[in-house]
């Protein structure tokens, strides 16, 4: 099967983020935090109930310091900046971007996501990337297999059984189906006109090694979902395959470094998961 054919059998194809989440992707080079832009931002999110509430919440959280009492809109705008709250809009808007779907635990799938996006921005910190960009390309990197399910429910099933007893996801993929979720997902950030950073670091996140200039933000992709995976399984640190040195050294980044955070930042993840799913 091509990508053009598992798209062919989508029949509700979801159309994209929402006109704000797609001007703020698109903002991603203007760094522009005027009072002016801010409160044009603000009068946009105040159009939708359920974001501006999110908004709030997430303003008042331990994921963005806490201890604060920001009871409006424009004072959360003013407070979390340009940057965080495009972070927060996108992050807001793919979750519920897709319907229900059979047999699938959505919860546990946006757990992972988040985790992984916040694990990536720390690591695009780390590595002098944006971290905002590397949130977002967290929090979309497995969206592909979202339409994956779509398309083929059944044999979605049967790949879930397969990573259940250890299988790897994207190689099972390949091997019933002929196309993995990195495949899928470029090819739906491409349709939705996301930032060419985001389709490439989706595109190249099973394999950053093999893309040379490209790999960056790919390789914040690889290392995150591996050490959320890995986590997750209860492996231990020391264990030789706990932690990708591959990977890490495209970044030039140190496993002692990338470790000394992990359970801090895991457990952010957790915090804003369970907040925005």
Request: a negative charge; hydrophobic letters at 45%.
């Amino acid at each position: 099967m091509t990508v053009d054919e598992l798209f062919g059998r989508v029949r509700q194809l979801p159309p994209g983020m929402p006109k704000i989440a797609q001007e703020l992707l698109e903002s991603f080079d203007k760094e522009e935090e005027s009072g002016a832009h801010l409160g044009e931002v603000a009068a946009k999110v105040a159009m939708d109930q359920v974001l501006t509430a999110k908004v709030l919440r997430l303003a008042n959280s331990a994921y963005f310091g806490g201890a604060r009492n920001v009871a409006t809109l424009d004072q959360a705008v003013v407070l979390l900046g340009l940057s965080a709250l495009r972070t927060l809009v996108i992050a807001s808007s793919a979750t519920g971007l897709f319907p229900a779907l059979p047999n699938f635990d959505k919860r546990a799938f946006w757990r992972n996501c988040f985790l992984v996006a916040s694990l990536s921005r720390e690591l695009g910190r780390m590595a002098k990337l944006d971290p905002n960009v590397a949130f977002v390309c967290g929090m979309l990197h497995r969206i592909g297999d979202l339409l994956i399910r779509m398309a083929e429910p059944e044999l979605s099933a049967d790949i879930d059984g397969y990573e259940d007893i250890g299988a790897d996801r994207a190689e099972t993929q390949k091997k019933l189906l002929g196309i993995d979720f990195a495949e899928v997902g470029a090819e739906l950030a491409s349709r939705w006109d996301f930032p060419e950073v985001i389709q490439e670091a989706i595109r190249c996140q099973l394999d950053p090694a093999s893309y040379e200039e490209k790999a960056n933000y790919a390789a914040v992709l690889s290392i995150s979902s591996h050490l959320v995976k890995v986590t997750d399984a209860e492996m231990d640190e020391d264990d030789e395959e706990f932690f990708p040195e591959e990977q890490a050294q495209l970044l030039g980044l140190g496993k002692d470094r990338v470790l000394h955070r992990l359970e801090v930042i895991l457990e952010k993840g957790e915090d804003l998961a369970a907040m925005m799913v």
